[in-house]
């Protein structure tokens, strides 16, 4: 079993930056992708950024250029670097992660409990 346990989200004005962090702990064999999600009010989960194991990125395209992703292999953690927020940026932030289970090898995917970020006008 794998717990993915987030900080760092809050409440912050347009403009302003927040940085949110996740950490995978449980007896796996390797963590694969790891990466964030965001569901505002009435809409649909929806991508925000994720970060392969060998570094490779990808970001929804209204994110790109104010928030980075960021990953510590050692410590099996994710951070979300937000700069420039924007009210439409408000949402319940997602930490999701997708493992290779220790004896098997099965690949399995588990999600955070969700933080919430708003921003104000």
């Known amino acids: 079993q794998v717990q993915l346990g987030e900080s760092g989200g809050g409440l912050v004005q347009a403009g302003g930056s927040l940085k949110l962090s996740c950490t995978a702990s449980?007896?796996?064999?390797?963590?694969?992708?790891m990466g964030w999600y965001r569901q505002a009010p009435g809409k649909q989960r929806e991508l925000v950024a994720t970060i392969t194991g060998g570094g490779t990125t990808t970001y929804q395209e209204v994110v790109k250029g104010r928030f980075t992703i960021s990953r510590d292999n050692g410590k099996n953690t994710v951070h979300l670097q937000m700069n420039s927020l924007k009210p439409e940026d408000t949402a319940v932030y997602y930490c999701?992660?997708?493992?290779?289970?220790?004896?098997?090898?099965?690949?399995?995917?588990?999600w955070g409990q969700g933080t919430q970020v708003t921003v104000s006008s």
């Open positions: 449980g007896k796996v064999a390797s963590v694969n992708k």
């Open positions: 999701n992660t997708v493992v290779r289970k220790y004896r098997t090898l099965d690949l399995e995917e588990y």
